[in-house]
């Protein structure tokens, strides 16, 4: 089931696979984008990489992704190793990917872009029962299914590209920047359907340069800086830390 209706669906997510990522690095050329960046994230936890522009946080979610080249110790979710899993196949293992700038199919219509989500899988009922699940979480996608997907908004995109994402029933939603472009009243729906997944037992990886947002919907956060893991702690914690103002402002 991708949308987690209760409680007990969500205890079941919760019993799934945890991802630990140790020693991820990405140079491009010889720029260091991201160096020696480890983390874990538990069955239902919410985790989120923050930082300045330029501070690695991208180039570590496209590297975990298997969508630029990487070296990296290991990657585990569960007792499945990838880490020599190519990028087309992530997934098929379980991890969801909605990437920075939506990146949806304009020329075809909504529901035809999330049906697409679902390509590892076969169109059938329970697929049809996950569109159905989409479509209560993005009530206006319903309204828009025959719309074609270059007409919507920004906001809708970004709505219509997490929706896509959970078509293929992920146990782990990596989401880069998803309020990039978008007015604060956008941004606030988006908050509220993150906190629904995270309540419901979807574990996310949230890559964000907006660090309050990140703080109002994850519970642990990595702060990167010159492409390295500066701090770690709760998003609580690190809110309140002068410290994270300094990494951001230089103050």
């Known amino acids: 089931m991708t949308v987690i209706r209760d409680q007990a669906d969500a205890a079941a997510v919760r019993g ?3 991802l630990s990522v140790d020693g991820l690095s990405v140079r491009y050329g010889g720029v260091t984008a991201a160096q020696d960046v480890s983390f874990t994230i538990q069955p ?3 985790l989120g990489i923050i930082g ?3 501070a690695g946080k991208t180039s570590t979610l496209k590297a975990l992704m298997g969508l ?19 990028g087309r196949n992530m997934v098929r293992h379980g991890i969801g990917y909605v990437p920075e700038g939506r990146h949806v199919f304009p020329g075809l219509p ?3 872009n999330l049906l697409l989500g679902a390509y590892t899988r076969r169109w059938n009922g329970p697929t049809l029962e996950t569109l159905d699940e989409v479509y209560e979480l993005f009530p206006i996608l319903r309204e828009m299914r025959g719309r ?12 219509l590209a997490i929706g896509r994402a959970l078509m293929s029933t992920p146990q782990l939603m990596l989401l880069d920047e998803p309020s990039m472009g978008l007015s604060p009243k956008l941004v606030s729906e988006i908050v509220v359907v993150l ?3 995270k309540e419901r037992g979807l574990s996310i990886l949230l890559v964000e340069q907006n660090a309050q947002l990140t703080f109002e919907v994850t519970t642990e956060c990595l702060v ?3 492409g390295a893991v500066a701090m770690t702690g709760t998003s609580a914690a690190l809110r309140q830390d002068p410290q994270v103002r300094k990494i951001y402002l230089g103050l």
Do not use: C, Y
Request: glycine share 14%.
């Open 52 to 54: 300045a522009n330029g």
């Open 68 to 86: 630029v080249p990487r070296t990296v110790r290991s990657i585990q979710f569960g007792d499945r190793d990838l880490t020599r899993v190519p």
């Open 44 to 46: 239902g936890q919410s």
């Open 16 to 18: 799934g696979r945890a």
């Open 224 to 226: 990167m800086e010159n």
């Open 195 to 197: 906190k629904r997944l």
């Open 110 to 112: 909504v529901e035809k």
């Open 148 to 159: 074609l997907a270059g007409a919507l908004s920004g906001g809708q995109q970004q709505m």
